[in-house]
């Protein structure tokens, strides 16, 4: 699975990763800072659902790491318009997040029975094994960034633990979700593959939908 991604493929997983990162800034407002209570649980959720989708679309290892590297690349745009430096919390530890729930999903959609995979249940089974073995990574952030896991207040324990009940109960749909969804774009490309409208929009989409998402992102911390 780690061959070469397709041009039309690669063009959905940026337009994937855009709107991740887009979702990232728009629901992570609070960027300056530490996470507060369920936003990083839910972000989990939301994270698997464009994992689930990516992978769908291209069944490639890159093509899960592009999206994530994309996601990180907003996360880093969108410190910079806060002048954020990159090891700080709000930035250096969602990074961490991100690969780590990517890590895991590719560890689990490998073991799980391929059969299994193609059925609803199945998926919902990955999607919360993915957020809880990712959840119970991410205190390993401060071995990573120097940055420790923001934890719940008047208690030692992780936030990302604490609420760790929500983001697989959250994942447990968000996973099936991005299955469907992928299947759907997969089916759409499939659709007007051979129309030249089609493929002449599939060239434009991906690099506009990007520059438009950063745009949205540039306006949203102007207001």
């Known amino acids: 699975m780690v061959k070469n991604i397709s041009k039309s493929h690669l063009g959905i997983v940026v337009i994937l990763g855009a709107v991740w990162g887009l979702s990232e800034a728009a629901l992570g407002m609070g960027l300056r800072s530490c996470a507060s209570f369920v936003s990083g649980s839910l972000m989990t959720g939301v994270a698997l659902f464009f994992i689930a989708a990516s992978w769908v679309v291209s069944r490639r ?6 999206l994530i590297v994309i996601a990180c690349l907003f996360k880093m745009f969108d410190a910079l318009l806060l002048s954020l430096p990159v090891l700080h919390g709000a ?4 990074i961490f997040a991100f690969i780590m729930e990517g890590a895991a999903f590719l560890v689990l959609i490998t073991i799980i029975n391929k059969k299994l995979k ?3 249940a199945g998926q919902a089974i990955l999607g919360g094994l993915t957020a809880l073995l990712a959840v119970n ?12 896991a923001c934890v719940f207040p008047g208690t030692g324990y992780p936030l990302s633990l604490y609420y760790a009940p929500l983001a697989v109960s959250l994942s447990l749909v968000t996973v099936p979700l991005g299955f469907l969804v992928g299947a759907q774009i997969e089916a759409f490309e499939t659709k007007f593959e051979g129309a030249t409208l089609g493929r002449k929009l599939r060239y434009f989409a991906s690099p506009v939908t990007l520059i438009l998402c950063l745009a949205i992102i540039l306006l949203i ?3």
């Open 91 to 94: 930035v250096a530890n969602p």
């Open 137 to 148: 990574l991410f205190p390993l952030v401060k071995y990573a960034t120097g940055i420790p």
């Open 61 to 66: 290892i890159l093509g899960v790491a592009l």
């Open 221 to 223: 911390r102007l207001i």
């Open 118 to 120: 193609q059925r609803k």
